[in-house]
């Protein structure tokens, strides 16, 4: 089944876009609003000190996810914990960025989620913490490269992020709406990277 989705080895941008919270988001709740978050296709991103201000750079890597950044001319760069899911086979599929939202926010963090252009929106997207019984998000729009589902974190939700070994994502494909692709998202390295993206985004 994830045949179906190998032509579409996305070259993923992750999008600027507004609120992430609870599920629907309130849109009270912003997040950077500026993140332009390459995929790996990009052949290594470049260093803080030589990435070009508004561009995307590496700032530290927890295991499979990345701390991404962009550089502003002031230094205030917002970051994002970013992750590139696999299929079996090897082939990229798609893409998560989580960031830590304001004290006082419906919630505490919010994140992005980046499917295939052909993936079946109203079968939603599910994601579930080791054994616990997987959450529900629906799919917020889609752009020229993927489809976007926005989410929002408790502070309990991420506890158990931060717990767990790994997380199973679950997307529908719309073409065999009767098949489910299982994608297994490492939280391997996520308590570290998580902890360095909030340091980051709240010295500011």
């Known amino acids: 089944m994830t045949n179906l989705f190998r032509a579409l080895s996305i070259g993923l941008s992750l999008i600027a876009f507004a609120a992430h919270a609870q599920t629907p988001p309130p849109a009270d709740v ?10 790996s296709d990009t052949p290594g991103l470049p260093t803080q000190a030589d990435a070009e201000v508004g561009k995307t750079y590496l700032a530290a890597s927890f295991d499979k996810w990345e701390q991404r950044c ?11 914990l970013y992750q590139l899911l696999q299929d079996t086979e090897g082939n990229d599929v798609a893409e998560i960025s989580v960031f830590n939202l304001p004290d006082g926010a419906q919630a505490a963090a919010g994140a992005t989620f980046m499917a295939p252009l052909e993936t079946l929106l109203t079968a939603n997207l599910k994601i579930g913490v080791d054994a616990k019984q997987a959450k529900v998000y629906p799919f917020a729009f889609c752009t ?3 489809c976007v589902a926005r989410l929002g974190f408790t502070g309990e939700e991420i506890a158990a992020l931060k717990k767990g070994v790994k997380a199973t994502v679950t997307i529908v494909p719309a073409a065999a709406p009767d098949k489910v692709v299982a994608l297994e998202l490492t939280l391997k390295g996520f308590t570290a990277g998580y902890e360095a993206v909030k340091t980051a985004n709240t010295k500011k």
């Open 30 to 39: 912003a997040a950077p609003t500026d993140l332009s978050m390459g995929s």
């Open 70 to 80: 962009v550089k502003k001319d002031d230094g205030s760069d917002p970051c994002q």
């Open 144 to 146: 020229k490269v993927g």
